[in-house]
C-alpha cells in the first residue's frame, strides 16, 4: 500500500490550493499523518502532522495559513493552504508512520510520490 497525493499546482501568490492524501488501496487503519515539503537544495522538514486523536502540529512558518484535517472513515488526510507565499514553492510529501493494510498487517514510514506546489510572485 501506498500513499498518493493529489492537489498540486501553480498558483499566484496570496491564492490558495487544497492538497489531499489517500492510500492507493483499502485500508483497515492508519496511525499519525503529516504533510512534509522540500524545496530545491533543501532538505524534507514537516509542514504539518495530524495524530490519529485529532490533535495537531505546524510548523512556525504556516501557522494561522495552513490547516490540516483527516477523515478516520476515508483514511485520507487533506492540507488546505491559504495566502500561499512563493516560498512555500516545494514538493508537498504526505506521510504515515504506520498503517494496516488489514487489522493483523501493518506498514511502518509510508511515504506518497510527491506533488509539485509552485507560487509565483
Known amino acids: 500500500v501506498q500513499l498518493e497525493e493529489s492537489g498540486g499546482g501553480l498558483v499566484q501568490a496570496g491564492g490558495s490550493l487544497r492538497l489531499s492524501c489517500a492510500a492507493s488501496g483499502s485500508i483497515f487503519s492508519i496511525n499519525d499523518m503529516g504533510w512534509y515539503r522540500q524545496a530545491p537544495g533543501k532538505e524534507r522538514d514537516l509542514v504539518a502532522a495530524?495524530?490519529?486523536?485529532?490533535?495537531?502540529r505546524y510548523s512556525d512558518s504556516v501557522k494561522g495559513r495552513f490547516t490540516i484535517s483527516r477523515d478516520n472513515v476515508k483514511n485520507t488526510v487533506t492540507l488546505q493552504m491559504n495566502s500561499l507565499k512563493p516560498e512555500d514553492t516545494a514538493v508537498y510529501y504526505c506521510?504515515?508512520?504506520?498503517?494496516?493494510?488489514?487489522?493483523?498487517?501493518?506498514?511502518?514510514?509510508?511515504w506518497g510520490q510527491g506533488t509539485q506546489v509552485t507560487v509565483s510572485s
Open positions: 506521510h504515515t508512520d504506520k498503517l494496516w493494510p488489514t487489522p493483523v498487517t501493518s506498514q511502518r514510514d509510508v
Open positions: 495530524i495524530y490519529r486523536g485529532g490533535g495537531t
